[in-house]
Antibody
Framework: EVQLVQSGAEVKKPGESLKISCKGSGYSFTSYWIGWVRQMPGKGLEWMGIIYPGDSDTRYSPSFHGQVTISADKSISTAYLQWSSLRASDTAIYYC????????WGQGTLVTVSS | DIQMTQSPSSLSASVGDRVTITCRASQAISNYLAWFQQKPGKAPKSLIYGASSLHSGVPSKFSGSGSGTDFTLTISSLQPEDFATYYCQHYDSYPYTFGQGTKLEIK
């Protein structure tokens, strides 16, 4: 069974750093892209970027390029989304999804940034 | 970036109805289009990829069509569990983008 399991909810202060994770299981982790999607409170889905764990090829939406870093550790079948300096506007649920078509999704990680 | 525009933004329908949601791309994307269903407080679920191919386990009451710039998602015989928000997303070229969503509500 394909599963993507994301790390738990985070509460951070503005300016802090954060790295959230998405662990894949039940399939060959290095053979499928993993994408990240943001959903701000009460809003729609926004595509952030995608990584191919097999060779770490990474693509970003211009809206998020330079704001976040996407990475993966294929030895532990885990993809990451990280911020070096959080803002209040980063408060959202972040989802990972497998493949270009988003065939399987993680359960989401709620990130709250507040002073 | 390719812009995806869904219509309508919201839709009221009754149990048993058949509804159609439209998604238009700002430029041709061949058939590189997916549809997702999201219920409140839940992660999105894949319904359709390749514009018309059903994801495994998705009932045949869901169907998709289109190519190029114009696409539709049709849901037949609406049941209470179908009332949700639906999103289209292209994956033709980077960056991928989503439509703004269509909220399907019970009339």
């Amino acid at each position: 069974e394909v599963q993507l399991v994301q790390s738990g909810a985070e509460v951070k202060k503005p300016g802090e750093s954060l790295k959230i994770s998405c662990k894949g299981s039940g399939y060959s982790f290095t053979s499928y892209w993993i994408g990240w999607v943001r959903q701000m409170p009460g809003k729609g889905l926004e595509w952030m970027g995608i990584i191919y764990p097999g060779d770490s090829d990474t693509r970003y939406s211009p809206s998020f390029h330079g704001q976040v870093t996407i990475s993966a550790d294929k030895s532990i079948s885990t993809a990451y989304l990280q911020w070096s300096s959080l803002r209040a506007s980063d408060t959202a649920i972040y989802y990972c999804a497998r493949s270009r078509t988003g065939d399987y999704w993680g359960q989401g990680t709620l990130v709250t940034v507040s002073s | 970036d390719i812009q995806m525009t869904q219509s309508p933004s919201s839709l009221s329908a009754s149990v048993g109805d058949r509804v159609t949601i439209t998604c238009r791309a700002s430029q041709a994307i061949s058939n590189y289009l997916a549809w997702f269903q999201q219920k409140p407080g839940k992660a999105p679920k894949s319904l359709i990829y390749g514009a018309s191919s059903l994801h495994s386990g998705v009932p045949s009451k869901f169907s998709g069509s289109g190519s190029g710039t114009d696409f539709t998602l049709t849901i037949s015989s609406l049941q209470p569990e179908d009332f949700a928000t639906y999103y289209c997303q292209h994956y033709d070229s980077y960056p991928y983008t989503f439509g703004q969503g269509t909220k399907l509500e019970i009339k």
